[in-house]
């Protein structure tokens, strides 16, 4: 026995929040020699700022795929629904009902996912079936006008600077620490991490599998509702059309930040990790004034490259 | 229980649509194509295309496509196949370009087709009888002009901006951005173009936000496309320290939803740009033609005038544009303008 | 009668009540150019279906069409003063090459295909905006005649429709009737199994790749001859509308079942729906949602339809 | 026909195979015998192109071969049929047959298969079944069966049976041997894995025994007593591996009455005391696992009445098991005992998430004492703590699956086959840990094919053959050979 450990403990082991640390010094280092309006302090807040609201969605993306369900494809639907009735709910009964109400109405389509899901054990299907009912319900409710909200304290919430930072960003930093915190500390999160790791070994021990999907479900949910509830707050209006087609940028952060697709492995800080790469990558481009065709040509290679490279790190290649 | 509801709306929806078909006996049907009314401006376009139609006493059927070109052209298909005896066609591509082999097949059919929103290509001229709708080039001259007389009256120096435009490979955005750039040759310099991700405040804010702290103390001015991203970076001009309309003038060009940044000032100006009545003028386009029987060659820029919608007896040209009237950036200014009978509340603020 | 014609059968019969229902509304669904329509409606979704059904039908996923149908698209309108037929060539070629190679890659990185292929999907699209220069690309209007026959029908075919059917068929037979196409259901149907049995995983996984991409590259090049022209923006909506089609067409996301012939009616099932809920007037989210409710009519059915028939099986083996 | 010299294998330090010989001719069917642990897997594995020996020649009609893949293998002509089949459920029947073949050219019809398939099928007793029917359809016998068609279709010249009738019915055994003849009646070299004496008698003409990975020479079976080929394979016993035994027992604690269930082909009864360990001894298959499975509530029980200290006993899942406190852990561990990603200490408070954590709080400091009392109690080692459960050895890999039990205080602990992969000295360790639990109070059931443990380690014996209990004996009245002649059913075959 004591052999073979000890061959294992030679392989030289780095976290894998590190690659994405690493990653992004590299990144800042040539940044900043090429680019000089790049180094700048308030340069980099404006890139935490980039990445802030898609990486409160990658943040509860990294849940499902880190409890073993892979990704989903309805986050960037729900957000539009989300966004709509958070407008209505808003206009009908005030900033601080509509906020609880779509929180509540968020953790609702979560956890409906989430029984389909462990009825038809898919989770891409059921998302990709979930996601076109929740576009079609965006439209249907919004009546295909804008709905404008005015409330001080949505207006608050969405431009308000405390601290000289974004509430965005304030949110995603939150949200980041308390998300890694849950599954790091809280029951609920270990239980997260070993469904993901074995899911039949989760059953043999007694773990409560059903849960555990509810609650990554519901934590991707409650991070489009952030998302959808900033948005909507910053500019005071909320349309069926918003965020489409933004599903691939989540699970590109998730990807990117290195979170393994089996499930069991990686934290939620990496997915903000790699949403914030992808945020310093495109900053960095948009400053080089490089074209956007060149840019998603590039984002798309780093995804390859980072996947294959956490891939080969691991030793799955053939 | 979901699937439950969803099929009692999709029957309560096909008995109502049943039902609309039933009173269809005036003066016969108009189908009009647009990509998806999930798009609220779409959706004022279908709401001016109709009140006219049950004005001049047509029915309407407007199909969807959701953003999807191959879609549209095969229910331009489905539609021909039909046999459907139509009134005429209302045609507004989603892709111009791919779509004018579904405009020749139209075209074809012997109905009347009027082209609204997306600007013809040239040669096509043979395949539509008019085109009735917004002028991009037109929006980006207007935008250029507001921009420059703000810059005017401000007795600031303009010169160094950026443009702010949609999408890469959105021809609008092409079309606008030169109409702007022709009318600003020689008076500013366009340091940089920028294609944002899509046409809403987000997408905008999100382009401005990098560009304009990187550039800070270079950008004179903006322009964004529409107002829509013009507010967004109006806001993320503010965030910088800037004040916009006095370190930076941002202009959208275009209203697009909400004028509260026009009327605090913020944005240097807007022209309103209706959907409302660019379905409507499409559709009036088409009832004059059934009426007068003619095109005449060449342009006519309707006039914008505040009170009256242009007559139904004034004749078709063959191109027929859509009022861009600039709005002055003030509530007072914003308040008095109106278009064609409907304020500028009304029109923009949709 | 075996339960995957069991399963076909059934499929059929929900196909053709969807095209009942909407046919007593519409009457060009019985005419012929009505018929004609709907076939070339398919036709885009259906050539690239195909393929993302065969990379399904191997346990994997290429997500990457659309991306490589609008890449192919740009591609060959730029080739198109070579002549549409060597362009044609050139492109499917180049598109099956580059699928190889994806496959190759995933293959060799041993990685799941759903994620690789996001990052293709990605890149691949930012390639076309580059190779298109941002721009919408057209084939010179003086030329535009010449891609008229494609349009043209005989009977209730054109010619992209009947390259459809041709191709449902040919890959149909493929999938079922040679050693390649059988490996791929191997692979998918059990991978390990597959492997002990001495079955090559590398040939079938590149197989099943190069043919997908090779499909959207047909697709994206007969769609914009079709037009005479591509938008770098293009078919962005066909991935979902294909994997739906596979869906409903009875192919397992696990893998190892199906056929193409499912594929086929699990697109028409899609189209007959989408085509006739937009051809009554009625607005996109009802077109949004028949299309949800439908795919969650199905998966649901078979879920249960599958546990029953577990149950049974289970029963019987106690019993024995 | 095959001739396999001088074989060596080693993981790492450890030598499984040392110096074996091996011999087959063909058209005979050779027995490959040996408890468990002794190398059989390795050598047929070698064989097989699976895995490379590190030593030794293997040499096929007096020619040199050299076997690294298992393409090799097959290029040589050597079939194998491994305990996990290599049939694809979602395929027809007829292309099992011809999976991997690429010899029937490019094109292929289901029904040229199917035609081409029928034959081999009816070699082996398929002739019923129709070839076109999904694989999914049928019996692990009738897939078994397809398995060995697909060696007939391939001409394989030496074949290779590894446990082929373990889960198999008495009536479907009849049934393999059968094609197994026919095999061997084409001229085939066949070695055949088993456990069961019947079959060893039935239908092989040689034995090679294989012990602690030293082969013995080969001996015609017609000429061989049960008594010396049990021997053969025990061998001496191992000195001090096992503890003693429980000075008393205590109280009644579990009761079955006439229970059955999926595996068990008759009722079983039984009694369990508090503080005792009892074995269910019999290899696999023979419903010595069915009974830990359904007392877990993997798999329900289907009539019969379990009581547990005094009250009914029925778990719906293994949730309601571990409810009662009754703990399973199964023959597998990587596929359901661990947690492979992980590390040992959240292996280790797995199940026990609840007692280490406060409000739903994890508690670092009760996480910790529960992982340490668990980790002195098993011996695992400080520096084991830091490591993915996955990169340890399977002895340590199992110390985990079963310590991660501990911490719920159970009062019955069930465990499948508890030294499977463990090398001896984790093993000794593991027989240790076991009893002093036992002697703390807890009762153990468990299931084993290893002989030595069995006797080694149970106070009590309940031996199993075929889905039936075949006796329950104190563990003092049983020998080794009493035993391996009733999991073999050694007294049918003499």
Sequence with gaps: ?318 | MKLRISMTLAASMLAGLMATAAYADSKGTVVVFVPSSTNPYIGQFQLGAKEKAAELGYDIKVIENNFNQSEQDSQVQQQLASGETVAGYIWWPFENAAGVGSLRALSQSGAPVIVSNQYPIKGTEAYWTAYAGANDFLSGKTAAEILLDACAKADAKCDKGAIIRFPAGVSAGDDRATGFEDAVKGKLDVVDVVPTAGFLEDEGYKVAAQIIPARKGELTWLYTQNDSLAGAAAQAARENGLTPGKDIFIVGGTCHGDSKHVKSGEIAGTAIQSGYWEGWMAMQALGKFVVQGKVVDGESYLEGTPDAPPSDADPLYKYNFLPNPAVANSQAAYDAAKLWGKTADQLCNF | MTSETKSNLARLGLMIAVYLILAARIPSYYSQPGIAALLDSAVLAGIIAIGVGLTMIAGEMDLSVGSMAAFAGILSIQLFPYGMVPALVIVVLFCGLLGALQGYCIYKLNISSMVFTIGTLIALRGLTLVVSNEKTVLIPFENIAETDFLSAKFFVFSIPSATLLVLVLLVDFFSRRTLWGREIFAIGGGRGEARAAGVSIRRPIIVAFSISAALAGLAGALLSFRTGSASPLGFEAVLLEAVTACLIGGIALAGGRGSILGVLIGLFTIRFLVSGIAALGAPFWMQSLATGALLIFVIIAEAAIGYVTRRRRMARALTA | MLRMSGIVKSYGPTRVLEDVDLAVEAGEVMALMGENGAGKSTLVKILAGIEPADGGTISIDGATVSIRSPGHAQAAGIGYVAQELSIVESLSVAENVFLGDETLGFFRSAASLARRAKPYLARVGLDHIDPLSLAEEHSVAERQLVEIARLLSRKARIAILDEPTAALSETEIVRVKAAVRTLAAEGCAIIYVTHRMPEVFDLTQKVTVLRNGKSFPAVETAGLSIGDLIEAMLGRQLGQMFPPRAAHAGEEILRLDACRASGLKAPVSLSLRRGEILALAGQVGSGAGAVLRMLAGVTPIQSGSVTLEGSAYAPSGIAGSIARKVLYCSDDRKRDGIFAVRSVPENLSAPALSAVSRFGLLSPALEGEHVTRIARQFGLGERFLGRLAGNLSGGNQQKVALGKWIGLDPKILLVEEPTRGVDVGARSEIYNNLRNLADEGLSIIFASSDTQEVLGLADRIASFFHGELVRICNADDVTAESLTRDVTRASEAA
């Excluded at chain 1, 939150?174 to 039949?200: D, M, Q, T, Y």
């Excluded at chain 1, 499930?263 to 949403?275: D, S, V």
Aim: with cysteine.
């Design chain 1, 1 to 318: 026995m004591t052999s073979q450990d000890a061959s294992q403990r030679a392989k030289f082991t780095i976290p894998k929040t590190a690659y994405g640390l690493i990653a992004i010094l590299v990144l800042l280092v040539v940044a900043s020699v090429t680019t000089p309006s790049f180094a700048r302090v308030d340069n980099i807040f404006v890139v935490i700022r980039a990445a802030s609201l898609t990486g409160i969605v990658a943040i509860g993306m990294s849940y499902i795929t880190i409890s073993g369900n892979l990704f989903a494809l309805s986050a960037s639907a729900l957000g539009a629904l989300l966004a709509v009735l958070f407008a209505l709910l808003t206009a009908a009964f005030g900033f601080a009902a509509g906020l609880v109400l779509t929180l509540g109405l968020a953790v609702f389509c979560g956890l409906a996912q989430s029984l389909a899901i462990s009825l038809i054990g898919n989770p891409i299907i059921t998302t990709l079936a979930f996601g076109t009912v929740f576009r079609g319900l965006a439209a249907l409710f919004s009546g295909n006008s804008i709905l404008r909200i005015e409330s001080e304290a949505a207006l608050w919430l969405g431009t308000a600077r405390p601290l000289g930072i974004p509430t965005q960003s304030w949110a995603f930093i939150i949200a980041a620490l308390l998300s890694w915190f849950v599954i790091r500390h809280f029951k609920i999160g270990r239980e997260i991490v070993l469904c993901g790791a074995n899911p039949k070994a989760a059953v043999a021990s007694g773990l409560r599998v059903g849960l555990v999907t509810a609650i990554a479900c519901a934590a991707l949910s409650i991070g489009v509702a952030i998302m959808a509830i900033m948005t909507v707050s910053q500019f005071s209006q909320a349309k069926a059309d918003l965020f489409m087609g933004y599903d691939f940028d989540y699970i590109a952060a998730v990807l990117v930040g290195g979170i393994a697709l089996r499930g069991g492995k990686g934290t939620p800080l990496q997915a903000a990790l790699g949403a914030v790469l992808i945020a310093l990558l495109q900053n960095f481009m948009l400053l080089h004034g490089l074209s956007a065709g060149v840019r998603m040509t590039i984002v798309g290679l780093l995804v390859i490259a980072s996947i294959s490279l956490f891939h080969i790190l691991q030793g799955r290649g053939r």
